[in-house]
């Protein structure tokens, strides 16, 4: 059974940095994507950036130059570095992989809240 574990969510002042870990556990392959996705107070999931194992990254539009995603591929873990947060990045942020024909997974999610 493959499993996410996320952390390093919390509080931070709007032009503050947060760091985000997922760590996946449990799959005999190596990822082909991982990164984030953020459910907004919207309710709306909207990926956040995803990296491959070679590296390749995409970022959505709204936090690029401000977000930078990487990955150890051997242990299956990615992380995300937040930096000039703005208030419009809070939300619950969910770490998701994809092991090909070991299945697509999903974190329990951690809450991104950036405020004064």
């Known amino acids: 059974q493959v499993q996410l574990v996320e952390s390093g969510g919390g509080l931070a002042q709007p032009g503050g940095s947060l760091r985000l870990s997922c760590a996946a556990s449990?799959?005999?392959?190596?990822?082909?994507?991982m990164g984030w996705y953020r459910q907004t107070p919207a309710n709306l999931r909207e990926l956040v950036a995803l990296?491959?194992?070679?590296?390749?990254?995409n970022y959505a539009d709204s936090v690029k130059d401000r977000f930078a995603i990487s990955a150890h591929n051997t242990e299956n873990t990615v992380w995300l570095q937040m930096n000039a947060l703005k208030p419009e990045d809070t939300a619950v942020y969910y770490c998701?992989?994809?092991?090909?024909?070991?299945?697509?997974?999903w974190g329990q999610g951690t809450q991104v809240t950036v405020s004064s």
């Open positions: 990296i491959t194992p070679g590296g390749s990254a």
């Open positions: 449990g799959s005999n392959y190596a990822f082909r994507t």
């Open positions: 998701s992989a994809d092991f090909g024909s070991d299945g697509y997974y």
